[in-house]
């Protein structure tokens, strides 16, 4: 028997960070090994220790050291949950200034399924760069979902995170 596909969640320090045990839970039922990334400051809201026991892989938010070891397996898909403003432009635009966009910008050029969960204020959305630099990551091949999908805090319920299992379902290896 095979072991379940992995999937690189990479998170980003919006609101629903908040709650990504739950979607690491569901996603680890719904058939993925779970390996969390995080930017620096959404790792500052989660309990990394926690989260690595349940995953069983250490939340990665910083590089590691020349000659370290890899701690996480190869990943089969990513998913970026929640998107934030800065982290979606940075990565239109090649930036790798921490380790959760030098990963995602590796994965770009791998043909691993991406998939995108914005969360992004409606005046931000509205700037005159988020739009293109979407449809940049659109055309890389990036699967980007409805930013309705993630709602205030108050909103997110587990049928919120219904909507993110299924899409990541049908990306999953073998589906």
């Known amino acids: 028997m095979s072991e379940a596909p992995v999937l690189y969640l990479v998170v980003c320090a919006a609101p629903p ?16 090994r779970i390996c969390v990334i995080a930017t620096p400051i959404a790792a ?8 690595a026991d349940r995953t069983g892989y250490p939340v990665r ?17 990513a998913a970026v949950v929640p998107a934030t403003f800065n982290t979606l432009n940075k990565w239109a635009a090649g930036v790798s ?13 791998t043909g691993v399924p991406i998939h995108v969960f914005p969360r992004v204020k409606a005046t931000l ?11 940049r990551l659109r055309k890389a091949g990036v699967v980007v979902h409805d930013g309705d999908v993630l709602r205030a805090p108050d909103e ?6 219904a909507a993110v299992v299924d899409a990541l379902r049908a990306a999953r290896p073998g589906a």
């Open 125 to 135: 959305a509205a700037h005159p760069a988020y739009g293109p630099n979407l449809r």
């Open 97 to 109: 200034d921490t380790l959760a966009l030098g990963i995602l910008n590796e994965l770009l050029c």
């Open 17 to 32: 960070a908040q709650q990504i045990g739950e979607l690491a839970d569901l996603l680890m039922a719904d058939g993925w």
């Open 44 to 51: 500052s809201w989660l309990d990394c220790d926690a989260l």
């Open 156 to 161: 997110m319920t587990s049928s919120r995170w």
């Open 61 to 77: 938010a910083h590089w590691r050291r020349p000659g370290d070891p890899e701690p996480h397996p190869p990943a089969d898909g």
